[in-house]
């Protein structure tokens, strides 16, 4: 299994106030996405990186921000959080020659409640 | 437009049956990537396949078994002599030319005892 990690795995909050989220690697794989999970959809891209400090916006990308100082490391933020971002939350990373065509590996998922 | 359409919602069945998972996508692409994941009741996602468009060659791995179509567009997933842990949600799912990958709905698999 791939060494994902994801931080908080669950998480309540009010709308207004600020989130973040966090993934995890011990693979050292070059590219990291950010997925949701809404009920009757597949996964919806949020936003990815392929490398330090390097990201790029996904198809639902509104309302979320992301960083990426580390490697092994990429946040998700939401600046304010509202009740349309209640979700489950997915980190993946891909394998680790690099190409944007690797399967993708997902982590355990964040459950996040906006009342 | 690149899409993943998976019809059947949910499928029922009894346990040592066999049942297929339909999977039919759009894309205009000539070099594509189709998957498919098992997401159990306990929420993770599991790679079970990936598949590239030049590659036709049906694939087995024990009871599993996927069969890619390009003429239909199709990647339809056979499980053979079904088990309750088979019991799980299964997304398809095709990388576009931008290197993002579409999600089918997911079809939920009931297998009962």
């Known amino acids: 299994d791939a060494g994902i990690t994801q931080s908080p795995r669950h998480k309540v909050t009010e709308t207004g106030t600020p989130v973040t989220l966090r993934c995890h690697q011990t693979e050292n794989h070059r590219y990291m996405y950010w997925y949701r999970q809404d009920p009757g959809h597949g996964l919806r891209l949020i936003h990815y990186?392929?490398?330090?400090?390097?990201?790029d916006k996904g198809e639902v990308s509104d309302g979320y921000s992301v960083s990426r100082s580390k490697t092994e490391d990429f946040l998700l933020t939401l600046e304010s959080a509202t009740s349309s971002q209640t979700s489950v939350y997915f980190c993946a990373i891909s394998e680790s020659d690099g190409s944007k065509t690797d399967t993708q590996y997902f982590g355990p998922g964040t459950r996040l409640t906006v009342l | 437009a690149q899409k993943v359409t998976q019809a059947q919602t949910e499928i029922s069945v009894v346990e040592k049956e066999d049942v297929t998972l339909d999977c039919v996508y759009e894309t205009r692409d000539t070099t594509y990537y189709l998957f498919w994941y098992k997401q159990p009741p306990s929420g993770e996602l599991v790679f079970l396949i990936r598949?590239?468009?030049?590659d036709e060659q049906n694939e087995i791995s024990g009871r599993y078994s996927w069969n890619f179509q390009k003429s239909t567009s199709s990647f339809n997933f056979t499980i053979t002599a079904s088990q309750v842990v088979d019991s799980a949600v299964y997304f398809c799912a095709l990388m576009d030319s931008n290197y993002q990958l579409i999600w089918g709905a997911g079809t939920k698999l009931i297998i009962k005892p």
């Open positions: 598949r590239n468009s030049f």
């Open positions: 990186s392929y490398g330090v400090k390097d990201t």
